[in-house]
């Protein structure tokens, strides 16, 4: 398999179905406002620490598409249209991302889950949360499109075969990051 976006699906399958599990537990016991902003600071958390690490290396490639990379300004967004200041956080503690390759790497994680948003709106929704859900919404319909663009970046990156097993572990690391912090706030 030469697709790297392919490769990345197939190896974070296992983990993606764990987080996704978690995150599904979390909605659960959203019950009011106040529980939908701590589950949207912990998304903050987890977005803004992965986009600080990464978007300095996206620049320096000049890298296209920017606006998409950071999400974290969304979930400001709607942290404030409900009365919130924007939050101060102590950074996640995640694996080291020091090249592009590690960036972009990182931040499917991120795009990826964006496609999972629209289902937790919805989720929330069923439990009375019916304002402020721009970040979960997504991108609409130009989700796909967005996905399938970014899918194509990473896999233009020149990533040689001995770098990929290392690739695919920071990937599954960036995941743990964000189930081990759910499970602990
Ligand atoms: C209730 C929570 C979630 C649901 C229901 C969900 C659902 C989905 C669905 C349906 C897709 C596939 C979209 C498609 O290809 O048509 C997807 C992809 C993905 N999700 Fe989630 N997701 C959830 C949470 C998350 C979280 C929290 C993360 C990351 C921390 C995540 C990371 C990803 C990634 C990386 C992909 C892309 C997989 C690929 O390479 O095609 N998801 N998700």
């Known amino acids: 398999m030469n697709n790297f976006a392919d490769i990345l699906k197939k190896e974070t399958l296992a983990i993606h179905q764990q987080v996704e599990k978690t995150v599904i537990q979390r909605i659960k016991n959203v019950n009011n406002l106040d529980a939908y902003k701590m589950l949207l600071l912990d998304f903050y958390r987890f977005y803004k620490s992965i986009e600080d690490a990464s978007l300095p290396y996206l620049e320096e490639g000049n890298y296209p598409h920017k606006p998409n990379y950071q999400r974290s300004r969304k979930i400001i967004d709607d942290l404030m249209s409900m009365g919130s200041e924007a939050p101060a956080i102590s950074p996640l503690k995640h694996p080291d991302i020091s090249s592009l390759k590690e960036a972009l790497s990182a931040i499917y994680v991120l795009e990826g889950s964006a496609l999972g ?69």
């Open 117 to 185: 948003g629209p289902y937790i709106a919805k989720m929330l929704e069923k439990r009375g949360i019916d304002q402020s859900l721009s970040f979960f919404m997504g991108d609409g319909e130009k989700g796909m499109e967005n996905w399938q663009d970014f899918r194509r970046h990473l896999n233009e990156l020149p990533i040689q075969e001995n770098e990929k097993q290392e690739l695919i572990q920071l990937v599954k690391e960036v995941f743990l990051s964000f189930e081990n912090q759910l499970k602990t706030s």
